[in-house]
């Protein structure tokens, strides 16, 4: 006689099932006081975390440098406007304290300027002309600032990956996240860094606000380290996540997001779909969004 069901009701079974339930009555509890404290998910600012196959979030690369000149007002105009649920950008200070978007430590490749960012005042950096190096249409583009593009960003629901170039102290970092609050836009915005120093000092001034660990390795289990520093995620290379595939899955066990920087070809995209990356920053998001439309029907 087929003995249908009986399995269910050993008492490992009800062991098991009775510690599923405590552990999701205990993670409920957890993200109720979490929601009262103010306390911020990944979930809640990169969506439900990803399984492999999934469609991960896009973030246009210093805006959309496929169609305008990186980190300028037309690349995040651009941006805001495209498919892409986030825009990355990076900033740096200028030589008075004033946070300025720019990539390189050094002027000359994308402006008409020379030497260091960090050697030139505010008004000094807005004289510059940071588009003809890419296309005569853009010729007289400025440098934003970071207080621009914030304004900028508070017109568009979309979200925003901030990048803290260098080493940023608790003071200047204060000004930043004064600067996020006055604008409105503190839901939008999830502050990033490479740099050590930065991180811990963010997590001192900010404890609450969302920011994401920028690491070029991956440890087989990085859990340990993003709960140090207190980040929602860890952003990292497709190269890293495919030599420490068990991390993303750690991770997301522990409910933090993974995302992957800077990925322009199918090959890399289908490679970190498949380990279930939660986001994708690209040079080239309409592209990633076509494909991820083309690759997604009927899943
Ligand atoms: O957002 C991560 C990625 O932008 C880091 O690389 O050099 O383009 O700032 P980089
Ligand atoms: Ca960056």
Redesign the pocket.
């Known amino acids: 006689m087929k003995k249908a069901g009986l399995g269910a009701f050993r008492p490992t079974r009800v062991k098991s099932v009775v510690l599923a339930v405590t552990a999701t009555a205990a993670l409920s509890a957890v993200l109720i006081l979490g929601s009262v404290s103010g306390q911020v998910y990944a979930a809640d600012v990169f969506g439900t975390l990803r399984a492999p196959g999934d469609v991960a979030f896009i973030a246009g ?2 805006g959309d440098r496929s169609l305008a000149p990186e980190n300028t007002m037309p690349a995040f105009e651009l941006a805001l406007a495209g498919p892409m649920a986030f825009v ?1 950008t ?1 900033v740096q200070l200028s030589r008075d304290g004033v946070p300025v978007l720019f ?1 390189d430590v050094t002027l000359e490749r994308t402006t008409n300027g020379r030497g260091q960012v960090s050697e030139h005042t505010a008004a000094q950096l807005a004289k510059l002309d940071a588009g003809t190096w890419y296309g005569a249409a853009y010729a007289g583009t400025r440098i934003p600032t970071l207080d621009q593009f914030l304004a900028l960003l508070a017109t568009s629901e979309k979200k925003a ?1 901030v ?1 803290l170039k260098f080493g940023w102290s608790a003071e200047q970092l204060r000004g930043v996240v004064e600067l996020i609050n006055r604008h409105g836009v503190r839901s939008q915005v999830v502050l ?1 860094a490479f740099s050590i120093d930065t991180l811990v000092n963010l997590q001192q001034v900010a404890p609450q606000f969302p920011r994401v660990m ?1 690491v070029r390795e991956l440890p087989a289990d990085p859990v340990p380290m993003a709960r140090r520093f207190g980040v929602l995620a860890l ?1 990292t290379t497709a190269k890293a996540v495919a030599l420490a595939p068990d991390a993303v899955t750690r991770l997301h066990r522990a409910g933090l997001g993974v995302i992957c ?2 990925l322009n070809s199918e090959d890399t995209w289908s490679e970190v779909r498949a380990h279930g990356v939660d986001g994708i ?1 690209t040079d080239i998001p309409s592209d990633l969004d076509a494909w991820l439309a083309a690759t997604s029907t009927g899943t």
């Open positions: 690369h210093r990355e990076d990539h990956l990048e990033q920028l952003a920087y800077t920053i």
